[in-house]
Structures are given as C-alpha cells and as structure tokens.
C-alpha cells in the first residue's frame, strides 16, 4: 500500500508538472472503457459452471494544443472468474482480479521519430478455491515499474520500435512450504519472498506491409530463490548458492489483410517462444520423506509453438461474424512426463492445444458492441498424472460480451 501511494503520489507531481509546462490551450478528453462476459462453461471432466469477467478503464486524455506532447493516465480494474484456462498450472476454479494504475507520455519528435514513456502499478489478487478470502493467495503480487520505447517512421510502409521495460514483482503472501518444514517453522524469513524477482524485458517491432514482426528477451531475476541441486549442502539443503535465473525468447509474425472489398478480415499469426532457466526439481515420494529425493535438471525449460487465424465477416454495417482458431504446442527440454499412478517415464512432457472461438457480434453504435460467442477447447498431454491439475480434457464455454467505450 506505501508503494501504491509513493507511486500515486509522483504520477499526480508529473502530471501536474507536465501540464504547468505546457499550459497553452489544453485539450482534455476523459475516456471510459467496459467490458462485460457471462457465460457457462461445460469441460467433459469436473463440474460446470457459471463464469463472470469483467474489465474496466478510466482515464483521461491531455494533449496542450500545437505541443508534440500527449498525456495519458488511466485506472484498470479486471477480474477474471472461474472458467477455462489455456495456461498450464491453472485450474478451472482459480479466479483473478487485478487492479493497476497506469501514467503513459507520448513526445512525437518529429514526422519519422517518437518517444514514448510509462510508468505503472498493478495489484493482482489470487483465488484459489471458494473458502479462500481475497488478499490472502499465495500467489498474491504486486507490480511496479516502467517503459520506455523509442520508434522510426521510415516510409508509409515500414516502421521500426524499440521498447525497454523494467518491473519489480513482489509477493508478500508466498512461502516455501517445504523450506519452512524443514526448519521446523522456526526461521519462516528463508521462505518467504522466493517469488519476489526483477523483470527486464528488451522488444523489437517492425511494421512492414501488411506485416508485423516482432522479438522480445524477457530476463528474470529472482532476489531469493536458489538453484536446487542434486546433493546435500552444508547447511542440509537441497538449495546452493546460486540464484534462479530465467529467459523467455519470443517471435513472431502476424499478417493483417482486408479481403473482399473490406469485408473480410483477416490475421494470421505464427509465435515462437523460447524459455531457459536454470532451476532444477527435486521430487520427494511424501512431504517429510527421509528418502534421498529423485533429482530433475532443467524441469523448467521449454519450447512453445503457437499459430492462430483470427477471421471475422461484415455482414453490412452493425453485424458482424468471428472465428479464431488458435494450434499450440509445448514441449519441455528435459522434463520427463508421468503415467496415471505419478511414476516418471523416459518420454519428455509436451502438451497440445486446440481453441476455437466463434462469435455474432451487433455494433448498433460506435460506441457498443454486443457478441454471443461460442469457445471450444481441447487440451491434449502425454502427462496423465491429474490428481492435481487437469492436462488431458475437452470443453466448451457459451455465453454474452457487452463491450461498452467512449
């Protein structure tokens, strides 16, 4: 919360500063944004249910007249309830809500450059069951941080971007359970904050054409948590001195087109995503085991290709038809899947991804958009051990979006 405020409170001293600099004839432009979907999800395993998202921003628009500068700050408010997950590690009860304040400024240089900057704090509260009170999640964060992004307009058909992030992410409520155990509670300091890490995130955008290329390095550091080893340490861990350090590579390529006299258009797009890390798993038989563990090195590295063609048909001027269908395929480096009973095989872990979404949208204003849609997912893994986590399912998700700006 002291974050939050120190962060607040330096957004309102820019904002004012900048606009005092600046104060010609000032051009303010308050703007909302609503998003609305209630819909019921039916998966062939578990039960089905209802499921609500929400998302909703205010901001407000500055632009002093005849000046290069542009001021945007806005709050977002999103929340995410119980439904189908395409991420794996999540579960269909889990619900999200996240808050986040945002302050964004845009210097247009001149006719070919551009500076933008930003300067943000998201809140993310996790819910992991119905009897779990809200800020109480284990994975609980908050993030702060920031952009910058420098860009070039070479030619009405190509334009280049850079983008530099910074964010620090902390979760104040995350414990090493195992760690604390085997301390007998007694130093709970050591297990706390081991998902607190940095992230460092360098982008590369080219828009050429039709075409959009784009290529991020995302770094992540890790402030506490320690590289798991396959011995026993001085200090009777299983963690050395080293740090845990990941590395997520992604490209891609989309290509955007309007067919058919503007009718139609489409989008497909190809990604690649490359993550490295250096951490290691230890697998214990029971919690408290006195076994020598069965040790796992680089259990959480992967590849992931992904490729979807979003679709959608103008049938005059306020109808409109969708489709999307989205392939994905994960495969881990090392990581050895399980067979029903939990028992590791020599096969390595991948995971496939089927997502269709289908949808009938009425536009009666630029303002308002009302779509009936339809998702069907399948997920398929040679991983079968789900006594905790769903790997191998089918589902569908119906329901209403309202969307809502101005």
């Known amino acids: 919360m002291k974050k939050f405020k120190r962060l607040f409170s330096a957004i309102s001293v820019l904002f004012i500063f900048g606009t005092t600099l600046l104060l010609a004839e000032i051009k303010v432009a308050p703007y909302y944004s609503l998003q609305f979907i209630e819909g019921a999800f039916i998966p062939n395993i578990g039960e089905w249910n209802f499921s609500i998202n929400l998302l909703s921003d205010l901001g407000v628009i500055v632009k002093p007249q005849g000046s290069k500068h542009s001021f945007v700050g806005f709050y977002e408010l999103k929340y995410m309830g119980p439904g189908l997950r395409s991420q794996e590690g999540e579960k269909f009860t889990d619900r999200a809500m996240d808050h986040m304040l945002v302050f964004r400024h845009t210097y247009n240089i001149s006719e070919i450059y551009f500076l933008k900057s930003q300067i943000d704090y998201m809140k993310e509260y996790k819910r992991t069951g119905t009897n779990e009170v809200w800020g109480t999640g284990l994975y609980d964060f908050s993030r702060t941080g920031g952009l910058v992004s420098f860009g070039r307009k070479f030619s009405d058909k190509l334009s280049v971007a850079i983008t530099e992030q910074y964010h620090f992410l902390d979760f104040p409520n995350y414990t090493d359970l195992f760690a604390e155990f085997q301390s007998g509670g007694e130093n709970l300091e050591s297990s706390t904050g081991k998902q607190n890490h940095r992230l460092y995130q360098t982008g590369v955008s080219v828009d050429y054409y039709a075409n959009r290329f784009t290529f991020d390095i995302i770094l992540q550091n890790y402030i ?15 963690y050395s001195s080293a740090l845990q350090k990941d590395t997520i590579i992604t490209f891609a390529d989309g290509y955007k087109q309007k067919l058919f006299e503007d009718k139609v258009d489409i989008e497909p797009t190809l990604s690649y995503k490359i993550k490295s890390s250096n951490q ?8 408290g085991s006195t076994e020598t563990p069965t040790y796992y090195s680089d259990y959480y590295s992967y590849n992931e290709l992904s490729f979807s063609v979003p679709l959608a048909f103008m049938l005059g001027e306020k109808w409109e038809v969708s489709s999307s269908p989205l392939f994905g395929i994960k495969t881990y480096s090392k990581r050895q899947t399980r067979d029903g009973d939990g028992n590791y095989t020599n096969e390595k872990q991948k995971n496939n991804l089927f997502l269709l979404n289908s949808g009938f949208t009425f536009k009666p204003n630029a303002v308002t958009r009302t779509t009936l849609f339809y998702v069907f997912q399948v997920q398929s893994s040679n991983m079968k051990f789900e006594k905790y986590l769903p790997y191998n399912y089918s589902a569908s998700y119906i329901g209403i979006k309202f969307d809502y700006s101005y």
Not at 280 to 287: A, C, E, I, M, R
């Open 224 to 238: 506490k948590q320690k590289v798991t080893v396959e011995t026993v340490q001085l200090d009777g861990t299983y």
């Open 280 to 287: 290691n798993y230890l697998h214990f038989k029971t919690v």
